[in-house]
């Protein structure tokens, strides 16, 4: 009928809400260049400013002695080019993908770290895993039994954990759980000479997952109560109210989803400190990822992997970020993410 207005089908909402999300990935990629450009000039300003250098560590253990060998060496590594030559070959060799070669490993530095990254993003996801789900979980409870004896217990336990240092709690749970119960393994990724099956990697990651989720947990549990309360109090949920939901109905479909969002933005940002965070867990559990190799490199100047794994976290902290804005327009059709 000429003059109708027709309201767009559900198809068509979701070829914008699709057309919306493809615009913004490309706009958040483009932006990533300078953004990771800036990054990499940094840490490499910062790596040139650290004192010694791996030619004066071996040196010192007498691993090289030889002048001839030092200079050849120096050569070989061009530490004999000027600061900003070195630089400008770095970022150029990571326009080829090249992170340049640890001479502690052997190997180039993208290998050492493919070798430990699997252990390392195990440990992330299922940290990040128990602190969403616990997190979210508790600050449901004790958004929903404000002011009782359930939300004062919530309250306490966030307080703890957040305060508790995670290097402190990881060697509480070895006490408890290795030493005095003998439940769980003290450290490592598989028994020696183990076979490496899953239920043995699992057994022995619970610790560590522990240690390193339950910190991020307490602090979603205090945004989610928080969030939780604020939304509840909002025009749309008492209308719902009033059309005779039941409170569990109210809960779920109308205040969980919109308290996530800020749950959701602390965790994209979050990535970052979870990653370095996990070298001390990693340390304190000899867990045989990206954190160990971060602490021995850094003790031994192996400098190049240092950077490389600064280059790898600015990519997670950044894909993380761009994960963050997609959530949100699913979460909330009505945000437009510019």
């Known amino acids: 009928m000429a003059g109708e207005l027709v309201s767009p089908t559900p198809t068509l909402r979701g070829s914008a809400r699709r057309a919306a999300a493809l615009r913004l990935l490309r706009r958040r990629l483009i932006q990533a260049v300078p953004l990771m450009l800036g990054v990499v000039v940094i840490n490499f300003c910062l790596i040139q400013m650290a004192p ?24 070989t590594y061009g530490l004999e080019d000027p600061v900003w030559m070195q630089l400008l070959k770095y970022i ?94 003290v450290g490592g990724m598989m028994k020696i000479g183990g076979t490496g099956g899953m239920l043995e990697i699992v057994h022995h990651l619970i610790l560590p997952t522990l240690a390193l989720g339950l910190f991020y947990a307490a602090i979603y549990t205090r945004v989610m109560r928080s969030s939780m309360l604020e939304v509840a109090q909002a025009d749309f949920v008492r209308t719902a109210r009033a059309k005779g939901l039941s409170r569990n109905k109210v809960t779920i479909s109308h205040v969980l989803r919109n308290a996530l969002l800020p749950v959701v933005t602390i965790l994209g940002v979050q990535m970052g400190t979870v990653l370095a965070g996990s070298v001390v867990i990693e340390s304190v559990f000899s867990w045989p990822g990206i954190g160990s190799l971060l602490f021995d490199s850094v003790s031994s100047r192996n400098y190049p992997v240092v950077l490389g794994i600064m280059v790898l976290g600015s990519l997670v902290v950044i894909a993380a970020n761009i994960a963050v804005d997609l959530i949100y327009m699913w979460l909330d059709p009505r945000i437009e993410i510019r």
């Open 52 to 75: 010694g250098s791996f030619l004066e560590l071996m040196t010192a253990e007498n691993q090289v002695s030889d002048p001839a060998t030092v200079a050849l060496l120096r050569k």
């Open 92 to 185: 150029w060799a990571l326009l080829h993908f090249d992170f340049g070669f640890s001479y502690r490993q052997n190997m180039p530095v993208i290998q050492a770290i493919w070798i430990h990254l699997p252990a390392t993003v195990l440990l992330m996801v299922s940290s990040i895993t128990l602190a969403v789900s616990v997190g979210v979980a508790a600050g449901v409870v004790a958004s929903m039994k404000v002011r009782t004896f359930w939300d004062s217990l919530v309250s306490v336990g966030a307080m703890f954990f957040y305060a508790a240092p995670s290097f402190w709690l990881g060697i509480m749970l070895i006490v408890l759980f290795s030493v005095k119960l003998g439940w769980l393994p």
